[in-house]
């Protein structure tokens, strides 16, 4: 359990990886190998682009555990481009204010230092997108 958990989070660092039902086509986030939409085997993957936009969103005063030092923070669930919404804390919002359907897109980030291990564990943050700049 502890392993799968960990080789999907590696896996996950660099991009969003999620999986394809072959038989829908649905897009699966995170990856479950099993179709949300018509329950049959879905094990092919897929990468998300990372892009899409903030679906609702809260901030968050007190942390859990590991967390602390982020307060506050805000989390939101940003629906993907390709369907799936995904919970995910805002990063580099700066004086930015937050808002239902501001397009956003995913980075990598460190999200805690473990304990007990003194691990660090990465994980996907979503941040504000720039529109293109013009010269
Ligand atoms: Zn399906």
Redesign the pocket.
């Known amino acids: 359990m502890e392993v799968s958990r960990h080789w999907r989070l590696k896996h996950q660092r660099y991009s969003l990886v999620g999986e394809v039902?072959p038989?829908?086509?649905?897009k699966i986030f995170p990856p479950r190998d099993i179709?949300p939409?018509?329950?049959?085997d879905?094990r092919t993957l897929h990468h998300f682009s990372g892009r899409g936009e903030v679906y609702s969103f809260t901030c968050v005063y007190d942390a859990p555990a590991g967390f602390e030092e982020n307060v506050p923070y805000t989390i939101a669930l940003v629906k993907l481009e390709e369907g799936p919404m995904v919970t995910a804390q805002l990063t580099d919002l700066d004086q930015r204010t937050v808002e239902i359907g501001m397009p956003v897109e995913m980075v990598t980030r460190k999200m805690r230092a473990d304990g007990e291990r003194g691990m660090l564990v990465y994980g996907y943050k979503f941040r504000p997108r720039l529109a293109s700049a013009s010269p």
């Open positions: 039902c038989h829908c086509e649905i179709c939409d018509c329950g049959k879905a």
